[in-house]
């Protein structure tokens, strides 16, 4: 069962922009740290970024430094992620996760995310 809701996804041509939101499904989840992952087709699930509302951030995997923009709403509830410059590899189902526990380190972790979405399909074309 989804506890969080992704939107903002869709098909763009290469150089491209799309922004993904991410907010609690039924009900506000305040969250400790938030985080973006990605599955390419046909590979695992890879860390995108994550913000830490402890240790501040956004903290980014390298392949997006530069491109992608990750932010929060004031009241912590609202997550997005703000991607320009898309290339074809950033082709992905994009899944948002959060966490009420305020973990200070391994952002990539899976296992630091207690909440989850369904995810939302990106595609870029070239």
């Known amino acids: 069962q989804a506890n969080l809701v992704e939107s903002g996804g869709g098909s763009v041509h290469a150089g491209g922009s799309l922004k993904l939101s991410c907010a609690g499904s039924r009900y506000a989840i305040t969250w400790e740290n938030v985080a973006w992952f990605r599955q390419p087709p046909g590979k695992g699930r890879e860390w995108v970024a994550t913000i830490s509302n402890r240790r501040g951030g956004p903290f980014y995997t390298n392949s997006v430094k530069g491109r992608f923009t990750m932010s929060q709403d004031n009241a912590k509830t609202t997550a997005f992620l703000q991607m320009d410059s898309l290339k074809p590899e950033d082709t992905a189902m994009y899944f948002c996760?959060?966490?009420?526990?305020?973990?200070?380190?391994?952002?990539?972790?899976?296992?630091?995310?207690?909440?989850w979405g369904r995810g939302t399909q990106v595609t870029v074309s070239s």
């Open positions: 996760a959060a966490s009420d526990y305020p973990y200070d380190s391994q952002w990539s972790d899976e296992g630091r995310y207690n909440y």
